[in-house]
Nanobody, 125 residues
């Protein structure tokens, strides 16, 4: 069972930046990786995703101007660079792997599996 391990969260002031990392516990070839977030009392929300081989990226409209997803294939790691953070970005951020090999931007959390434990991001105003 592949498991994701997220890191890089923390407390930051509004306008600041964070870079989250997601490492898979085993080699995962040809599977897209996605970042999601969940604030207290809210549903899990898609943030960004990247295909593993082609490098295609997908972003939620709410973050696309402030977030960049990237990958390091050699390290089996996906990153989420977040800039100009806002208090409404406060949430637990999760990484997951797409269930299908041919990912084309599906934002439904049900299309992803092998979820990590998440990393807390708190943005103070």
């Amino acid at each position: 069972q592949v498991q994701m391990v997220e890191s890089g969260g923390g407390l930051v002031q509004a306008g600041g930046s964070l870079r989250l990392s997601c490492v898979a516990s085993a080699r995962v070839f040809s599977y897209a990786r996605g970042w999601f977030r969940q604030a207290p009392g809210k549903e899990r929300q898609f943030v960004a995703a990247i295909t593993w081989s082609g490098g295609s990226t997908y972003y939620a409209d709410s973050v696309k101007d402030r977030v960049t997803i990237s990958r390091d294939s050699a390290k089996n790691t996906v990153y989420l660079q977040m800039n100009s953070l806002k208090p409404e970005d406060t949430a637990v951020y999760y990484c997951a792997a797409a269930r299908g090999r041919y990912y084309t931007g599906d934002q439904d959390p049900q299309s992803f599996g092998s979820w990590g434990q998440g990393t807390q991001v708190t943005v103070s105003s």
